[in-house]
T-cell receptor, first 112, second 116 residues
Framework: ETGVTQSPTHLIKTRGQQVTLRCSSQ?????VSWYQQALGQGPQFIFQ???????GRGNFPPRFSGLQFPNYSSELNVNALELDDSALYLC???????????FGPGTRLTVL | AQTVTQSQPEMSVQEAETVTLSCTYD???????LFWYKQPPSRQMILVIR??????QNATENRFSVNFQKAAKSFSLKISDSQLGDTAMYFC?????????????FGTGTLLAVQP
C-alpha cells in the first residue's frame, strides 16, 4: 500500500509568482485535505476535496485554489505569492471525510 | 469556533523516563475526536493516538496513553519509557465528528527532547 506522496519536496519562488503543489492520496482514499504550517506553528486547514468537489474551506483568500482529479490526487495552486505564504504545505488523505487523516511529507515553499 | 491550546512550548525528558504533555481545548460540540500527532525533523506528521469523545475509557497505544477529561476539556499525552526516537514536535488536534467538513484543528505544538 502506497502512502501519501507530495511533490516537489522544496520550492523557491519570488513574490507575485504562481505555484502548483501536488499530492497523491493513499490507495482507496477519496478525500484530500490541505494544510499550511508556518514555521513554529501548528498546521492550519486550507481546504478539503471529496470526490472532486471542494468540501469545505478554511480562512484563506481565493488566490489559494485547488483541484482533485478522478484518481483522487490533488493540486494546490497559489497565485500572486506573498512573503507570508512561505510555509510547509501538508496534504492528508482519508478514506472518507471524518476518517483518520494520513499525512504526506509536505512541500517546503519559500517565497523571496 | 473550536480552539486547541498547548501551553508547553518545549519539554525535556531523560531516556526511559515518563513525560506528560498537556492539551486543553474549547468546543461546544458533543461528538468529536481528539488526536496526538508526532512530527519529527523529517516533517512527516504521524498519528500517535486517537480518542473518541463518546468513549470514557482512555486510549492507549503501547507506550503512549492519554488522560481524557471531557468535562475539563483536557487531553494530555503520557509517554512511558521514553526513547530517543520520541524526540519530535507533538501536536494535539481536534476534529468534529459530524459535519460537512472534518478538518483537523491543531494546537501550536510541544517540542519534546529525549536526552540520553
Amino acid at each position: 500500500e502506497t502512502g501519501v506522496t507530495q511533490s516537489p519536496t522544496h520550492l523557491i519562488k519570488t513574490r507575485g509568482q504562481q505555484v502548483t503543489l501536488r499530492c497523491s492520496s493513499q490507495s482507496g482514499h477519496n478525500t484530500v485535505s490541505w494544510y499550511q504550517q508556518a514555521l513554529g506553528q501548528g498546521p492550519q486547514f486550507i481546504f478539503q476535496y471529496y470526490r472532486e468537489e471542494e468540501n469545505g474551506r478554511g480562512n484563506f483568500p481565493p488566490r489559494f485554489s485547488g483541484l482533485q482529479f478522478p484518481n483522487y490526487s490533488s493540486e494546490l495552486n497559489v497565485n500572486a505569492l506573498e512573503l507570508d505564504d512561505s510555509a510547509l504545505y501538508l496534504c492528508a488523505s482519508s478514506l472518507v471525510p471524518g476518517n483518520e487523516q494520513f499525512f504526506g511529507p509536505g512541500t517546503r515553499l519559500t517565497v523571496l | 469556533a473550536q480552539t486547541v491550546t498547548q501551553s508547553q512550548p518545549e519539554m525535556s525528558v531523560q531516556e526511559a523516563e515518563t513525560v506528560t504533555l498537556s492539551c486543553t481545548y474549547d468546543t461546544s460540540e458533543s461528538n468529536y475526536y481528539l488526536f496526538w500527532y508526532k512530527q519529527p525533523p523529517s516533517r512527516q506528521m504521524i498519528l500517535v493516538i486517537r480518542q473518541e469523545a463518546y468513549k470514557q475509557q482512555n486510549a492507549t497505544e503501547n507506550r503512549f496513553s492519554v488522560n481524557f477529561q471531557k468535562a475539563a476539556k483536557s487531553f494530555s499525552l503520557k509517554i512511558s519509557d521514553s526513547q530517543l526516537g520520541d524526540t519530535a514536535m507533538y501536536f494535539c488536534a481536534f476534529m468534529k465528528l459530524f459535519g460537512a467538513t472534518n478538518k483537523l484543528i491543531f494546537g501550536t505544538g510541544t517540542l519534546l527532547a529525549v536526552q540520553p
